[in-house]
């Protein structure tokens, strides 16, 4: 699965984004999505995940309330909306794909997208 994210940009703290992620399958259904990211000098972290169908979704402790992740199957695409943002979310975020189910770990992950970079200045 190819997967292409945008969405990045730069805002203050406290303000909002969304992130888009499109996925080139057939089968998008078929696949859990997450989003990773990765700070500078720090390794790629979990921070939300949604199943194939919807239905289940897991999210960080350091993002709950603030962010959440949805799926549109119509048009291959993840989404992460991003609100009361903080400077330590400033990140390059992934997307990712797992084949038949949901994780938070990392290295289920098979596909990956470019990233796209988040700065939040305070």
């Known amino acids: 699965v190819q997967l292409q994210a945008s969405g990045g940009g730069l805002v203050q703290a406290g303000g909002s984004l969304r992130l888009s992620c499109a996925a080139s399958?057939?089968?998008?259904?078929?696949?859990?999505m997450g989003w990773f990211r990765q700070a500078p000098g720090k390794e790629r972290e979990f921070v939300a995940a949604?199943?194939?169908?919807?239905?289940?979704?897991y999210y960080a402790d350091s993002v709950k309330g603030r962010f959440a992740i949805s799926r549109d199957d119509a048009k291959n695409t993840v989404y992460l909306q991003m609100d009361s943002l903080k400077p330590e979310d400033t990140a390059v975020y992934y997307c990712?794909?797992?084949?038949?189910?949901?994780?938070?770990?990392?290295?289920?992950?098979?596909?990956w997208g470019q990233g796209t970079q988040v700065t939040v200045s305070s």
């Open positions: 399958t057939r089968t998008f259904n078929s696949y859990g």
């Open positions: 949604i199943s194939g169908s919807g239905s289940t979704t």
């Open positions: 990712a794909a797992r084949y038949n189910g949901i994780s938070s770990l990392r290295r289920h992950y098979a596909d």
